[in-house]
């Protein structure tokens, strides 16, 4: 079966700092991954995804990247942490219109 | 472009109430609709996912949702409400295309009273 894990859980990081979180999903070959960010009281926002090996697509502009060195690996970075960076981190993958497998999420407070 | 609308922030009942959880949504091609829901500090589960099969689709934990093109509704539903439905629920739409995006409403946390 297919799985997905996401890590670390949580996370303080201070301003200015680098950031990399990463996700990788087992049990399956060539998904859909994503990275979405959830701010308190704004719903899901997609961040960036990946259809394959080193392709990456940004949905909105921001102090982040991503990147994906493997099929099944999907890494988040920022090599300058803004307070505006705090959230909620959820990687995700797919395949075709069947719906997203949603990771634990990772909590980051960035101080 | 594809958006979704979700009725009300925050949702009161009483355990035993009706569930009902409103979603429009506005896409120029036939949507996937999805209904998920999160619990504090977790990922997001699946309640339900329409792909336009029967409109009316039943899930997990008692759930339901009817999809009304000519509402351009996807309302979530379930007949009586337990302690343990007190979430977050985001609705959810896919548009075409083989990138399987998926656009979120804004969620609606369910209060479920004793």
């Known amino acids: 079966s297919q799985t997905i894990h996401q890590w670390p859980a949580t996370l303080v990081q201070p301003v200015g700092s680098p950031l990399s979180l990463e996700c990788t999903v087992e049990?399956?070959?060539?998904?859909?991954l994503y990275w979405y960010r959830q701010a308190a009281g704004r719903g899901l926002q997609l961040l960036f995804y990946?259809?394959?090996?080193?392709?990456i697509s940004s949905e909105v502009p921001q102090n982040l990247s991503a990147s994906r060195p493997q099929d099944r690996q999907f890494i988040l970075s920022s090599k300058k942490l803004l307070l505006s960076d705090s959230g909620f981190y959820l990687c995700?993958?797919?395949?075709?219109?069947?719906?997203?497998?949603f990771g634990s999420g990772t909590r980051l407070t960035v101080v | 472009a594809q958006s979704v609308t979700q009725l009300g922030s925050h949702v009161s009942v009483s355990e035993g109430a009706l569930v009902l959880l409103r979603c429009n949504y506005s896409?120029?091609?036939?949507?996937?609709l999805f209904w998920y829901v999160q619990y504090p500090n977790q990922g997001l589960q699946l309640l339900l996912k329409?792909?336009?099969?029967?409109?009316l689709v039943k899930g997990i934990n008692g759930f339901e949702a009817e999809f009304k093109k000519s509402e351009t509704s996807f309302h979530l539903t379930k007949p009586s409400a337990h302690m343990s439905d007190a979430a977050e629920y985001f609705c959810?739409?896919?548009?075409?295309?083989?990138?399987?995006?998926?656009?979120f409403g804004q969620g609606t946390t369910l209060q479920v009273k004793p």
């Open positions: 995700a993958w797919s395949q075709g219109h069947y719906g997203y497998t």
């Open positions: 049990g399956t070959s060539n998904p859909n």
């Open positions: 990946s259809v394959g090996i080193g392709q």
């Open positions: 896409s120029s091609v036939p949507p996937y």
């Open positions: 329409y792909t336009s099969a029967a409109t």
């Open positions: 959810a739409v896919s548009p075409s295309g083989n990138t399987g995006k998926l656009i």
